[in-house]
């Protein structure tokens, strides 16, 4: 999931006269009111997403007294994005091919304080019986070659139409506070070039190591402290 921002508006006045400017999309313009209806679908399932999230925070915070989610982000891939991604895979411009193919339209990103809640949390959600799982990808336990870290999983969410229940895929991604930092700058970077490029690129890497060791020496001290919570 690219960095973005929370609300993002899509299929206005000014892209849509840009898109017809271009004829190679003519059959992707002719699908404009299909497209708007899917992605008001695909926002639909990121609200059914984000609230499971908020509430099982609720439900910590009141069981055990602590919130394991710092915040809850959400976004919607953008048209551009949408279009790059389907000449990439050589794939037809439709509403249908979209939801068909692309499992990351819709995209919510949980941060949490500590890497043994984004387990807990992954866990929460899947056992609920309205969530199937599509695909799971651990880059915690097997990070990327550049040190990215992040539990992600494709689910599909019901959403409650006037008249039918639809499911949709949304794209969760579970990670740290720091982990979250560190795809920020290591997004700022990714496109860098120049003669130091690849020495930052070097050192993002090292520190991608550093925070994850951060992480796991900050959860063994709340673990401490909630033992000596416990013996009082």
């Not at 006045?13 to 899917?38: H, P, V, Y």
């Not at 039918?164 to 070039?193: G, N, P």
């Amino acid at each position: 999931m690219a960095e973005a921002g929370a609300n993002e508006i899509y299929f206005d006045d000014g892209f849509m006269e840009n898109l017809m400017a271009n004829e190679s999309i003519g059959k992707f313009i002719e699908q404009g009111e299909a497209f708007r209806t899917l992605m008001a679908y695909y926002k639909c399932a990121i609200m059914e997403v984000e609230t499971k999230f908020n509430v099982l925070n609720e439900d910590f915070s009141a069981e055990y007294d602590r919130n394991p989610i710092e915040t809850v982000k959400t976004r919607l891939k953008s048209p551009e994005s949408i279009i790059e991604k389907l000449q990439r895979k050589g794939l037809p411009f439709s509403a249908e091919s979209i939801e068909q193919n692309l499992s990351d339209i819709a995209g919510v990103r949980v941060i949490c304080a500590f890497p043994e809640d984004i387990y807990l949390l992954s866990e929460c959600l899947l056992e609920q019986d309205d969530i199937r799982l599509i695909r799971r990808k651990d880059y915690i336990a097997e990070p990327k070659p550049n040190g990215y870290r992040s539990l992600h999983l494709i689910v599909e969410v019901p959403i409650f139409l006037h008249n039918e229940k639809r499911f949709m895929k949304v794209e969760v991604q579970l990670r740290t506070i720091a982990m979250d930092f560190w795809a920020s700058l290591e997004h700022a970077i990714y496109y860098k070039k120049g003669h130091n490029a690849e020495e930052l690129r070097a050192e993002l890497k090292e520190c991608a190591e550093t925070s994850a060791a951060l992480d796991l020496r900050m959860q063994d001290i709340r673990a401490r402290l909630d033992e000596d919570d416990d013996s009082v």
